[in-house]
């Protein structure tokens, strides 16, 4: 049975390959280390979520995109100044190995910088970590720990909750980002009219 645990110990948990769920800025995710294929492989099986329909990264900071080897465009730079940290996932090109570990078909990942004390302060001592909303695919995500706990408490991949609260955002919005091209892939958010001006 999952458990509720404080900022520490979901650092620690994390660090050590489990898969433990957290408050974001829009609603609660299911976290597992960019370090730990198999805690990956387990968000996948707990969403339900196809194997080829790549997980979003997010990340304290954007020096730890760099650090991963990919280098944001200039259009996604500007997409990140105007609405990082905050509701935006911006989809990039990364190298083959990256995209493949979160499961892309093709060379692009998602990645965003969060407006969440809290889940930055874990980042910080994790590293980027693999982050999708608490929810089966396709079925609205959770809001908080008790809406986790009744999902998917019972279930021996979900190694704990840490508790922030109630969080009632919208879902990202994703965008995608190719040299001078760009594509609303999800609505959420932050509106498609806002991203254009930015980009224009």
């Known amino acids: ?8 110990e979901a650092v620690r948990l994390l660090n050590e390959g489990g898969v433990v769920a957290v408050p974001t800025d829009t609603v609660y995710g299911l976290a597992a280390s960019l370090e730990h294929d198999d805690a ?11 194997s080829t329909v790549a997980l979003p990264i997010l990340v304290g900071a954007i020096s730890s995109i760099e650090i991963l080897g990919v280098t944001l465009p200039p259009n996604a730079r500007k997409l990140s100044d105007a609405f990082w940290p905050g509701a935006l996932t911006i989809v990039v090109d990364v190298p083959s190995e990256l ?12 990645f965003r910088l969060p407006d969440d004390e809290l889940l930055r302060e874990v980042l910080a001592q994790t590293g980027p970590l693999v982050v999708s909303s608490a929810n089966e695919h396709s079925v609205p995500p959770c809001h908080n720990a008790a809406e986790v706990l009744a999902v998917f408490g019972e279930t021996e991949t979900l190694d704990a909750v840490l508790d922030g609260g109630e969080r009632a955002g919208d879902v990202s919005t ?21 991203v254009g001006r930015v980009l224009a």
Not at 1 to 8: A, E, H, L, P
Not at 40 to 50: D, G, H, N, Q
Not at 101 to 106: E, F, K, L, T
């Open 99 to 110: 995209a493949r570990r979160v499961g892309s078909g093709i060379d692009t990942v998602g």
């Open 1 to 8: 049975m999952s458990i509720v645990v404080d900022r520490d």
């Open 174 to 194: 994703v965008v995608q980002v190719h040299e001078n091209e760009w594509q609303i892939l999800r609505d959420g958010a932050i509106k498609a009219d806002e």
């Open 40 to 50: 990956i492989a387990k968000v996948f099986s707990m969403k339900r979520r196809p």
